[in-house]
Every structure is written in structure tokens, then in C-alpha cells.
């Protein structure tokens, strides 16, 4: 059974600052991994989704990897802003599976 | 920007009744699916649908759920008696089929379920 592990499970850092969230998969038998981002109370929105045989992906500020032999992506935020202060989620979908499998989420708080 | 929608926002209901809760997919995505996240918890799924049927369901969903897509539009999730521990906020997703990212998932903005 697929598992995901985001570490680490809280983080602040001051404005500015580059700062990367950290995602772990027990089953590397992927086929694409999505970060999305969650503010309180409200939904997900879809951040960057990478495909198993992308090793990057880039928006604007944000850059995820991929290494899938290891079971590992990381989420690089460049130049953090308070307006970045949400949780993040990273979820797999399985290579025989519909569904994404979650992580508990990083809780980001950029202190202004 | 096209999105997902979901009515209504919060739901409160008794516990042993029926809800259902409604989904507006992306017009032109032909997966839905229907997720979960009880509070402080990860988000699970719960159970996807493709041409009119059910293509996968996670142990979570039992007899007492059930998932419909009754006219063009709309994607609707039934708990037929509902529990305590139904209590979660509930989030409907939808993707394309075909072309790059058609694996994307696009969610809605949930729907507070609490049962009392």
C-alpha cells in the first residue's frame, strides 16, 4: 500500500527566504506525482504535476522535482512571500491506480 | 478560468439521515472522483467514475456511499445514513482525458460536511 510522507510537518521562515518541502512514496511504481497548495478551510488548488518520466517541473516561482527511483520530490520555493503562507500537499497516483494517494501536507507560514 | 464547483459549502445533518452533495465537474472532463479529508487528517479518496460507472473505490467507500452523474453537468455523492465520523469536508475532482497533463486533478472548493 502506497504511503507518503511530507517533511518536514511545519515551517517558518521569514519573507524572502528560498525554502524547499520535502515529499517521500514507499511504492515508486508511479505514474505522476501533484503538489497543490490548500489555504484554510478551502480547497486544492494544483501547483505543478510531474509526470515518472519528468525529472522537473517549473512555475514561476515554485519548482518541483522528481527522483522516483528513491521515492522522493522536492518543492523549491524561490523568494518567499507572506501571500505563500498555505499547506502543501504532494500526492502520487499509482501506476494501477485513479486515485491520489496524499501526504499529511507541510503547514508554510512566511512571516512578513 | 473553467473550475470545479460544489453546493452546498457546509451541510449539517442528523445522524441516520440521507445527504447528498453536489459536484459541477470542468465541462469538457470526462473523470470524476470524490475525495475526503476529516479534519487534521490526510485527504483520501474515495472513488472515481468514468463513463458512467464506477472505475475505482477505496475501502472507505461502503454500501452507505453511492455516486451518480444524473444529466450533463452534474456528479453527486449520497451517504445514504450518515454517521458521526461522517464528518469531514468533502472534495470533488475532475480531469481530461488525453493529451499532456490529462492526469491533472482539478478540486473543487469542498463541501463541510458535519453530522450531529
Redesign the interface.
Known amino acids: 500500500k502506497q504511503e507518503v510522507t511530507q517533511i518536514p510537518a511545519a515551517l517558518s521562515v521569514p519573507e524572502g527566504e528560498n525554502l524547499v518541502l520535502n515529499c517521500s512514496f514507499t511504492d515508486s511504481a508511479i505514474y505522476n506525482l501533484q503538489w497543490f497548495r490548500q489555504d484554510p478551510g478551502k480547497g486544492l488548488t494544483s501547483l505543478l504535476l510531474i509526470q515518472s518520466s519528468q525529472r522537473e517541473q517549473t512555475s514561476g516561482r515554485l519548482n518541483a522535482s522528481l527522483d522516483k527511483s528513491s521515492g522522493r520530490s522536492t518543492l523549491y520555493i524561490a523568494a518567499s512571500q507572506p501571500g505563500d503562507s498555505a499547506t502543501y500537499l504532494c500526492a502520487v497516483k499509482g501506476g494501477g491506480a485513479d486515485g491520489l494517494t496524499f501526504g499529511k501536507g507541510t503547514h508554510l507560514i512566511i512571516q512578513p | 478560468e473553467p473550475e ?1 464547483t460544489q453546493t452546498p459549502s457546509h451541510q449539517v445533518t442528523q445522524m441516520g439521515q440521507e445527504v447528498i452533495l453536489r459536484c459541477v465537474p470542468i465541462s469538457n472532463h470526462l ?1 470524476f ?1 470524490w ?1 475526503r479529508q476529516i479534519l487534521g ?8 467514475f468514468y463513463n458512467n460507472e464506477i ?2 473505490k ?1 475501502e472507505i467507500f461502503d454500501d452507505q456511499f453511492s455516486v451518480e452523474r444524473p444529466d450533463g453537468s452534474n456528479f453527486t455523492l449520497k451517504i445514504r445514513s450518515t454517521k458521526l465520523e461522517d464528518s469531514a469536508m468533502y ?1 470533488c475532482a475532475s480531469r481530461t482525458d488525453g493529451g499532456r ?1 490529462s ?8 463541501t ?1 460536511l458535519t453530522v450531529t
Open positions: 470545479v473523470y472522483y475525495y487528517q490526510k485527504v483520501e479518496f474515495l472513488v472515481s472505475s475505482e477505496s472534495f497533463n492526469y491533472e486533478q482539478y478540486f473543487g472548493p469542498g463541510r
